[in-house]
Structure formats: C-alpha cells, structure tokens
C-alpha cells in the first residue's frame, strides 16, 4: 500500500484539494464547510500534530470492542510520523472529520508547551481508542474549536500566537480530563481487562513462557487485550494507579517472593526463570521495590 508523506501543512492542503493554509504552521479545517474532499488513497504520515472532531454521523469511528459510552462523536489524536488511515477506520489526513486542527511542531518553539505536549499519552493511542464525548463535551470541545476558528481568521498580530497556544493548551486539557472520565465510565470492561491482564502475566511467568521468551513487555501485555501500550498504560494508571511497565514488575516480584520462599532456587535460576538475563537486573529490581536483596528477603522468611 502506498503511504504518502506531507512534510508541510501546506502539502497536506494540496493534496486534499483545500486552498494554502493562512498561516504555514496551523491550519484549522471545518469539514462543513468544505463541499469535496478526495483524500488520496492509501495511508498517510504527517510530519506535524492532528486533532480532529468526528461526528458519529460523518464518519465510520470504532471504539474499543464495539463499546461506546456516548453517541455525540469523538476526538481523534495523532502526533508526527504516525501513520494513520489503512484499516483502523482513520480515512486518511483530513478525511470527513467536522473539525480537523493540524500543528507543525515548530509552531511551539520557544513555549513551554513544546515540551508540555509530549506527557499527553493519547497522541499515542489507535483510532479506536479515540475519546468519545457525551453532549455536554461535545459542546466544550466544539466551542475552543470555534474561538480557535475566529482568532485565526482574524488579521494575525503579535498576541496571535500566544491566543492560539493557550486554546490548545485548553484543548488539550479538557482531552485529559474527558480521557480519565472515559476510564471511569468504562470501569466494568476495564476491570475486566485488568481481570485478563493477570490471568495472562500468572500464566506467563508459571509456565516457562518467561525462560524461553523473557520478561514480559508492555507491548506484548497491550496485544493480549487489542490496546495500544499508551492506552493501556494511562488506563491502568488512571485506575489502579500503576502503569503496565509497573504492573509487570510487581507481578514479577510477586512471583519471585513465592519462589524464594518455597523453592531451594538459587538466585540466579531464579532470575533465569523469569526471564531476566542478567541475575544482577533482577537483584536491582527486587531492592528497589522491596527495599532488601533476594538473599535477605529469603533469610528473613526463613
């Protein structure tokens, strides 16, 4: 399959048929607005941001396994050299969503949101995992939209970028705050998938899985439940307070305290047994978490 590369906003616009960007750095595209869009086919790789709108009406969005909390659309997140479009749902750059905000990185330079903008996981997550807004959501997120739409219409002056930089940040704020709630609302499923999640760890780290293959990953942990391993990590951590990286270790200490205590294993066949390569790593991470070496956790048992 062909992948098309836009190293500029300028070129996503091109490609799509839509006249030059106002300013070459941000472009803020309202679908209803726009009679015909053709994206070209195939997927695509922006060189800068993407945040847009759906409505559930414009568009064929998939959440999760067919798990939706509410019916008034969502927000799609897509950060520089990710590939989106092919089968996750994602038409392409700009496809039929109502709103669709593209920012080149450059844009942020010399803002403390350059920096800030990289701790929101869910520019990381697939398209099906997208933020789905109730009512009242829609109408906060249509409504920065909105206020981003007239200040980059307007003549741009010299508080033009700092305006438009804080309605991002507020964007980006109000995401994380909806992206916590959705881990909420979907606390039933999740609690399921956590219930998965250490079905699958126990029966790796019990029956040699871990010799053969290693420790586990985060993203072998996220392909057993069909997430991203950002999604996963910032749906565990919302929940339980532990991300996945964590939730691997405390499984793995878990184990090599039952091991320790009920078995003459040295160290080391320990360490090996799950799946550590080195018995020094494995020392380290069962000080750090339990605050005493292998060697004196088992004395202190005994």
Known sequence: MYIHKFDSISDAHRAFGLPEPQHPLISLINGAKISNINPPSGTHVLHFYKISYKSVQSGRLRYGPDYYDFHEGGLLFASPNQIIGSDEGDNGALDCSLYTLLIHPDFFLGHPL???????????????????????EKD???????????ELNNRIDDFS????????????NFADRFY???????????????????????????NDKSLNNGIPTVKS???????????????????????AQQVIHDKLIEKAKEKLSTTELTVSEIAYELGFEYSQ????????????????FRAGFN
């Open 281 to 296: 790593s494995f020392s380290r991470l069962f000080k750090n978490k339990t605050e005493m070496s292998p060697v004196e």
């Open 180 to 206: 916590k709630r959705q881990f909420i609302t979907r606390k039933a499923i999740n609690n399921d998938i956590i219930q998965k999640l250490e079905t699958y760890l126990d029966d790796y780290l019990s």
């Open 114 to 136: 350059s920096q800030e903008i990289r701790r929101y996981g869910f520019f990381s997550y697939s398209t099906k995992e997208a933020l789905h807004l109730s009512q009242e």
């Open 140 to 150: 906060t997120v249509i409504s920065i939209f909105k206020m981003m739409e007239t």
């Open 221 to 243: 942990l996220a392909d057993q439940v069909n997430l991203s391993p950002s999604y996963l990590s910032d749906m565990l951590r919302s929940l339980t307070g532990r991300n």
């Open 161 to 172: 970028q700092d305006v438009i930089i804080a309605q991002i940040a507020l964007l980006l």
